[in-house]
Every structure is written in C-alpha cells, then in structure tokens.
C-alpha cells in the first residue's frame, strides 16, 4: 500500500515531461490518476490524444489505475470536464496538480497581443478554471484535499523575453498564497513549486546536451516533491512556495526589508535617495 493509496489524483498537462513524471510518480504512491493533455505543441497548438493516452497505457501496464482526459485547461468547460473524468470514473478528487502550460517567448517590444493572452489562458486562468470545480468538490467532500500549482523562478525571479510567462506565473504564486488562506477552514492545503528540469520546453537550451546534465536535470527529480505535498505527510504544508530541480528543493519567499519610517511629513525625493540603502536592506 503507497502512502497515496485510496486518493484520486488530476494533473494538468500529463501527457510528457514534468507532468509525465508527476503522474507515474503518484501512481506509484497508490493514487488513482486523471490524466489531463490537450495534446498539442509547446507553443500551444494543435491537439491529440497520443500523449495522454500513452501515460494511461504505461501506469495501466505497471499496476496502477488511471483515466484520460482531453479538455483545453484555458476554458471553465474545459476545467469541469476534467472534474468530471475524475467523478465518473473514480467518485471523488483528492489532489490537484496545476501542471498544463505553453511558451511564447518574446521580448515586450516584439510580443503581439495573441502570444500574451494565449500564455495567459493556459497557465493563469487555466489554474483559476480548473482548481475552482475541484476546490469546490473538495469542499463537499469534508475531507480536506491538496492543491499544487505550478509557478516559475521566471515569474518569481525574472526572466529574459518571457514578460507573459513571467506574468503569468508571479499570478499563479499569488493564486496560491491568497487560496491557501481561504482552504485552511476546509483541510485543503494549497502549494506551489517553480520546478527546474529538462523538458521539450527548455530543450533549445545549449547544456540541454550534455549527458550528465540532462540525468541530474531530469523531470523526475521534481515528483518526489509533488507525492509528498499530495500526502499526509505534508497535512501541516500550506502556502508554501518551493523551488525544485537538479536534487535540490528549498523554499521560495516573498521578503521584506526592515525599512526606513519617516516619523513626521511626508518624504521627499531627497529624503529617499539618502534612504535608499536602508530602504533597500
């Protein structure tokens, strides 16, 4: 019996890469899965049921119990179709795992209006259309539930030429801190990582080559993380932010200095600059 044994889990995007491993990792743990994959490029386009069928195929194969899912994320339809694969085949939902995402990446000045709501669709309101149904239900169920959604150093940290991504991501690590709080009454926990690896989304990238660095950097070295915060061992693990690749996890925080206080008045610009290092911490 896996510690995950008995729960359902959905993941988002699960048809290659990062989810990919998510998935077979969870189903490893005991868990019943939703595989969720639309199926297309990683720009976005296209379509398919290939990939999520394969994975259904391959935890079918080792033991474990899993269902298809081929709803866009980017659409309330989509979000509750995916809830609904999980209801009619297994009952009930128990972890949510917010994986499903594109690139477009371009610098601001040559980004056109369509690379930016498409990121957008899918990585930030596909979190709010597919976590809201399953929230929901998991509210109904009495039994808490845990949420894991997917950020980015590029969104918490900056990024080169990914001003939508970036966008995108720093909301859905905003979407996790402010739902976490509404959870807590319920027993659901609400978590996110910004995960570090090699998919077919950073493929281009020149160490992407190198034999060592493509098995320390490998996508399964994120899905430990994912069944430990989709377990009871995490039941205290909420509204955290955890980094996440190459062996290495750690806590992502948002901080803030000690400060300067001007006791009296308002500053002036002056008064600031003198600051500014103290500011600045």
């Known amino acids: 019996m896996g510690i995950l044994a008995g729960k359902v889990a959905i993941?988002?995007?699960?048809?290659?890469?990062?989810?990919?491993?998510?998935?077979?990792?969870?189903?490893?743990?005991?868990?019943?899965?939703?595989?969720?994959?639309?199926?297309?490029?990683?720009?976005?386009?296209?379509?398919?049921?290939?990939?999520?069928?394969?994975?259904?195929?391959?935890?079918?194969?080792?033991?474990?119990?899993?269902?298809a899912n081929y709803d866009s994320v980017a659409t309330v339809a989509g979000g509750q179709g995916i809830l609904k694969s999980a209801l009619d085949a297994f009952g009930r939902v128990d972890v949510l795992v917010n994986n499903a995402g594109i690139l477009r990446d371009k610098t601001l000045a040559k980004m056109e209006?369509?690379?930016?709501?498409?990121?957008?669709?899918?990585?930030?309101?596909?979190?709010?259309?597919?976590?809201?149904?399953?929230?929901?239900?998991?509210?109904?169920?009495?039994?808490?539930g845990s949420i894991i959604n997917t950020s980015s150093t590029s969104g918490l940290e900056g990024n080169f030429g990914q001003t939508n991504y970036g966008a995108a991501k720093a909301g859905i690590a905003g979407f996790t801190r402010c739902l976490a709080l509404e959870g807590q009454k319920f027993g659901i926990r609400v978590n996110a990582i910004a995960p570090v690896a090699l998919t077919r989304m950073t493929e281009d990238l020149p160490l992407a080559q190198n034999e060592a660095f493509k098995e320390r950097m490998h996508p399964r070295h994120i899905a430990p993380l994912i069944v430990y915060l989709a377990s009871d061992l995490a039941k205290d693990v909420t509204k955290k932010?955890?980094?996440?690749?190459?062996?290495?996890?750690?806590?992502?925080?948002?901080?803030?200095?000690?400060?300067?206080?001007?006791?009296?008045?308002?500053?002036?610009?002056?008064?600031?600059?003198?600051?500014?290092?103290?500011i600045l911490g």
Request: charged letters at 20%.
């Open 11 to 67: 993941v988002t995007g699960s048809g290659g890469g990062i989810g990919r491993e998510h998935a077979l990792a969870l189903s490893a743990a005991g868990a019943a899965l939703v595989i969720n994959d639309l199926g297309g490029t990683r720009d976005g386009t296209g379509g398919g049921h290939s990939m999520a069928d394969a994975v259904v195929e391959e935890i079918r194969k080792a033991g474990g119990t899993a269902v």
């Open 113 to 144: 209006e369509g690379e930016w709501d498409a990121v957008i669709a899918v990585h930030l309101k596909g979190v709010y259309c597919v976590t809201r149904p399953v929230f929901q239900k998991m509210r109904e169920q009495t039994g808490g």
């Open 241 to 278: 932010i955890f980094f996440v690749g190459g062996g290495q996890i750690s806590e992502m925080r948002m901080v803030r200095t000690q400060g300067a206080t001007k006791k009296e008045g308002v500053w002036t610009p002056d008064e600031i600059a003198a600051q500014i290092g103290t």
